[in-house]
Nanobody, 120 residues
Framework: QVHLVESGGGLVQAGGSLRLSCAGS????????IAWFRQAPGKEREFVAA???????STYYKDSVKGRFSISRDKNTVYLQMTGVKPEDTAVYYC??????????????WGKGTQVTVSS
């Protein structure tokens, strides 16, 4: 089991930037691919971005965030750098462990989320 804690959310104006962090504990954290999901009010949770496990990491993004969001890992933290944010990016953002074979399939470890609100 991997314990995940998100941070870095807040209120930002449209066009601005924000960096979310997902801190992981547990010796197997770096053995897992990590993904960010988000859930806006009244909507289902959706995939945002993922980073594969180990060395030579590959990334995968939801089409609507390509070129604006960037996912990266440094030791036991995975980051989601958000730039050029839009009001439709407003949501609670969660990180989760996922499978390298299917970045949108979670393995069961989730954080509690961090709220991102983009004002127009």
């Amino acid at each position: 089991q991997v314990h995940l804690v998100e941070s870095g959310g807040g209120l930002v104006q449209a066009g601005g930037s924000l960096r979310l962090s997902c801190a992981g504990s547990g010796r197997i954290f770096n053995d897992w691919a990590i993904a960010w999901f988000r859930q806006a009010p009244g909507k289902e949770r959706e995939f945002v971005a993922a980073l594969s496990s180990g060395i030579g990491e590959s990334t995968y993004y939801k089409d609507s965030v390509k070129g604006r969001f960037s996912i990266s890992r440094d030791k036991n933290t995975v980051y989601l750098q958000m730039t050029g944010v839009k009001p439709e990016d407003t949501a609670v953002y969660y990180c989760a462990t996922v499978y390298d074979s299917d970045f949108e399939k979670t393995s069961g470890s989730w954080g509690k989320g961090t709220q991102v609100t983009v004002s127009s």
